[in-house]
């Protein structure tokens, strides 16, 4: 019997309107538990006092990350901001490739950075992205696995922006669905897998109760041999500041033996998923 291919639409739903009305109110209580849960985030493993760059999401800047990074330095890593200013605040064109070109420029940028501080340190730098700078970041492991220890992303649009609540913003905005250039969105995903071969281990945090990037375009599609992709529960404007997202990220950096076996909690279980 001859077999039948599928073919499969990709889920370009934006986030559920509910999910999007809730992120300020659930950013609040993220920041609350993170301040109520140090003394926990305090035993998490220590870090080994390697370099940790933290890039923004889109229009964020340093201080967006800067709780993160406070967290880190806290457990022992170094840890430094893009330096870079407000995220794409200087992308006018409304044309998806335009905004592309921008994307090429800054991965070069936070390359130069990257060996910057290797040659410094003598040692590979780990990349944490949020939203657009995790898309930053995936490139620059593809490009330039030289200078990168490992790659961690927050919420971060892989898939087709469309499945984003800014595609109007980042994108061109179409009168019609017959205007659109399909063309141009698919070189806006592939983007973040060429130029280069996958060597670096990637973790990919992603929310399904995000209220900016949809689930269906929120998992990375880079070499599973280097890719984890993990759902955990935080607001997109939440990420950089969620307690659970914190742990995971400590618990990710070090060693297998001196992990947390968190996800084998009956507490955190329900929290965290690996697909």
Request: proline share 6%; charged share 20%.
């Amino acid at each position: 019997m001859e077999a039948v291919a599928q073919s499969f639409e990709p889920d370009l739903r934006p986030p559920r309107l509910r999910h999007s009305m809730m992120e300020l109110g659930r950013v609040v209580l993220e920041i609350g538990s993170t301040a109520m849960l140090a003394p926990i985030l305090r035993t998490l493993p220590a870090g080994d006092g390697h370099t940790i760059m933290t890039i923004p999401g889109f229009m964020g800047a340093d201080g967006s990350t800067s709780q993160l990074r406070r967290f880190l330095n806290r457990r022992g890593y170094n840890a430094i901001p893009w330096g870079l200013g407000r995220n794409a605040a200087e992308v006018r064109s409304e044309d998806i490739d335009d905004f592309l070109a921008h994307r090429e420029r800054m991965e070069v940028i936070i390359a130069e950075r990257a060996e910057r501080e290797f040659r410094a340190s003598g040692g590979k730098v780990t990349l944490i992205g949020w939203s657009l700078g995790g898309l930053y970041a995936v490139a620059v492991a593809h490009r330039f696995p030289q200078w990168i220890r490992q790659v961690i992303t927050l919420g971060t649009p892989f898939g087709d922006p469309r499945g984003t609540a800014l595609y109007s913003i980042m994108g061109r905005i179409y009168e019609n669905e017959d205007d659109v250039d399909e063309a141009a969105l698919q070189r806006w995903v592939e983007h973040t897998y060429s130029g280069g071969t996958l060597s670096v281990p990637v973790l990919t945090l992603f929310s399904e109760s995000d209220g900016i990037v949809g689930a269906g375009i929120a998992q990375c599609q880079g070499d599973p041999r280097y890719v984890t992709n993990m759902a955990v529960m935080a607001s997109h404007v939440g990420f950089p500041f969620n307690p659970l997202v914190f742990a995971v990220i400590a618990n990710h950096l070090v060693e297998p033996h001196e992990r947390w076996s968190i996800c084998g909690s009956d507490y955190i279980r329900p929290l965290v998923r690996q697909v």
